[in-house]
């Protein structure tokens, strides 16, 4: 085992504050490109999606929003800490996404790339926020918590709470835009699954 991978490592704060920018910058561009597509995912992203699709609400706000209640369970499962990283992490997810609307547009991609690329990129920037103690909330929060207790891991959790999504997806949007989308998570949660071991790393 490397020293960077000991089972002692902990992280000093200009670490976490790059490590946690760039897993948000990761994730934000994978909904960026899933969002160019009309495609969903799960968790509280998948529902902020699916609601300012029907809606016209900004996507930044509602998951922001959504994930308000969320905070209060990370506080008292794992600390200030991990529900401040959450916070900081679901604020900068939230801003990058809609900054990246005037910046990066989007103009054609075949849904089937844009669920590929979302599930890849996404997946590494979660890997990422798992690392330094950080979350997008919702059910990310629930999946690390019931992983680190219970070693259940992270991926299949959030897999089976995207297959709920899906079928409440399937009520409002064209089921080949849901069939694709659900390609992406699959993609996501097998990246996390495959990846996200905790005797890796220990996060702090």
């Excluded at 490592?9 to 990761?26: C, M, P, R, V, W």
């Excluded at 996507?59 to 990370?74: K, Q, S, T």
């Excluded at 989007?106 to 890997?127: C, D, E, K, T």
């Excluded at 999946?143 to 680190?148: E, R, S």
Aim: charged share 10%; hydrophobic share 55%.
């Amino acid at each position: 085992m490397s020293a960077d991978l000991a089972p002692n490592k902990h992280y000093t704060l200009f670490e976490d504050i790059q490590g946690l920018i760039l897993a948000s910058t990761q994730a934000a561009l994978g909904i960026h490109l899933l969002r160019a597509a009309g495609l969903v995912t799960g968790g509280t992203a998948g529902l902020a999606l699916i609601l300012s699709y029907i809606t016209g609400w900004s996507f930044g706000a509602v998951f922001f929003l959504i994930n308000i209640p969320f905070y209060g369970f990370a506080y008292w499962a794992r600390g200030l800490t991990f529900c401040l990283k959450s916070l900081t992490t679901v604020t900068l997810v939230s801003l990058m996404a809609e900054a990246l609307k005037p910046l990066f547009t989007v103009g054609q991609i075949q849904p089937g790339v844009a669920a590929a690329l979302f599930g890849v990129s996404a997946g590494v920037g979660l890997l990422g926020l798992f690392r330094h103690s950080g979350s997008l909330g919702g059910v990310s929060i629930v999946a690390v918590i019931l992983q680190d207790r219970f070693g259940f891991k992270a991926g299949w959790t959030q897999l089976i709470h995207d297959l709920a999504l899906f079928a409440l997806a399937l009520a409002f949007l064209p089921w080949d835009r849901v069939a694709w989308s659900l390609l992406g998570a699959v993609i996501l949660n097998f990246v996390i699954a495959f990846n996200h071991r905790r005797d890796w790393y220990i996060v702090t």
